[in-house]
């Protein structure tokens, strides 16, 4: 998940806050959130990943991933990591059952500087009269950009209602 998590820019491995009541008794899962879950192809092995599409959408794969589409069946989410050509994610093993989902990140809360909720981005502040504000108008733009790459990927099927 870097740089979202443990960006190159920090001295300290983050440690998150991850809430397990939102999965497994509320059952809230969203685009764009981080969770936790198991490895489809090790058990063993716990993948912190992002959810880019849920059942129903539409998704424009990566490679290896043998198909250049794919529609997330029902019951299971599309997961990738932000660094798409370093990451063990759905487009090595395909859509991950909802069940092998464990928690949602919350809040980091290690290194102090990192404490809070994860910055998402929606605009940039283009004031970069400092260094630092220079470097993090550059890391937001670079977040953007992700964002909006991972978001073109997808195709979202609306919903009926019932």
Do not use: C
């Not at 059952?27 to 959810?51: H, M, N, Q, W």
């Amino acid at each position: 998940m870097q740089p979202t998590l443990n960006p190159d820019s920090s001295l300290w491995r983050d440690v998150g806050l991850f809430n397990r009541y939102a999965i497994h008794t509320k059952l809230e899962f969203k685009r764009g959130d981080i969770v936790a879950l198991r490895s489809p192809e090790d058990p063993t092995r716990v993948l912190v990943k992002r959810i880019v599409a849920l059942a129903g959408d539409r998704v424009t794969t990566l490679p290896p991933y043998p198909d250049p589409v794919i529609l997330v069946p029902q019951g299971k989410a599309w997961i990738e990591g932000d660094e798409p050509f370093h990451s063990d994610d759905s487009n090595r093993f395909g859509p991950v059952p909802l069940s092998l989902i464990e928690s949602r990140l919350v809040a980091v809360v290690w290194p102090p500087s990192r404490f809070g909720h994860l910055y998402r981005p929606t605009s940039v502040d283009q004031d970069t009269s400092t260094p630092q504000k220079h470097s993090a108008y550059r890391l937001a733009m670079a977040e953007l950009e992700r964002q909006r790459w991972r978001n073109n990927r997808v195709t979202v099927v609306p919903r009926s209602s019932p």
